[in-house]
């Protein structure tokens, strides 16, 4: 079967507009601070909400009702003071990788992988432990943020509750998951893991776009 199509609404973007691929979409938003976009099924969708607001649309998802104002209120914003992970995989197993990027600006701090034979859970764990690394690598008072509640609770039980089974084609991926929870286990941290609130905010600053 052929890869579902999609179309890509810029808000607010280097030029603001509807796009038939992600790459026209990032090409837009890219570098752009406080970009705005979202991704549709159809055009017709995706026609309708760029003649609506951004805050309509904001954070939703299909099947999931969005945010009242009053909620979003009480969220409040982000803490830029901070770094995002985020993981993607093509398949489940399937080729993984995952990176780390400044919350405000999206800079790209770190990135891994490809990885053969990954999941997203397992590369959304080794994101914030590299991330955890990373700060207190740099001393930094920076929180960091992910969007997976199971990653979240691995890494702070300090083991990668993972069932992917281990093969000859993701050896090095168990190594890195190995090193990661040994990471865990031998040093202390007190960078605050806090979840990134995706109905309030959008997706993750660190998402690879693919949804």
Known sequence: MG?????????????????????DCKAQIE??????????ATFAEAKKAYNSN???????????????????LKIGEPNYNSIAVDAASSGNPGRMEYRGVDTKSKKVLFHQGPFEQGTNNVGEFLALVHGLAFLKQQKSDRIIYSDSRIAIGWVRKGKCGTKLEKNS???KLFELVARAEEWLKKNRYSTPIVKWETKAWGEIPADFGRK
Do not use: C, M, R
Not at 10 to 22: A, D, R
Not at 34 to 39: V, W
């Open 169 to 171: 084609t993701n050896t």
């Open 3 to 23: 890869k579902k199509a999609k179309f890509y609404v810029v808000w607010k973007g280097k030029h603001p507009g509807i796009f038939e691929s992600w790459a």
């Open 54 to 72: 951004y805050l309509e649309y904001k954070g939703k998802s299909k099947g999931k009702p969005g945010l009242t104002q009053e909620e979003l």
């Open 31 to 40: 570098g752009f601070k406080g970009a705005e976009y979202k991704s549709f």
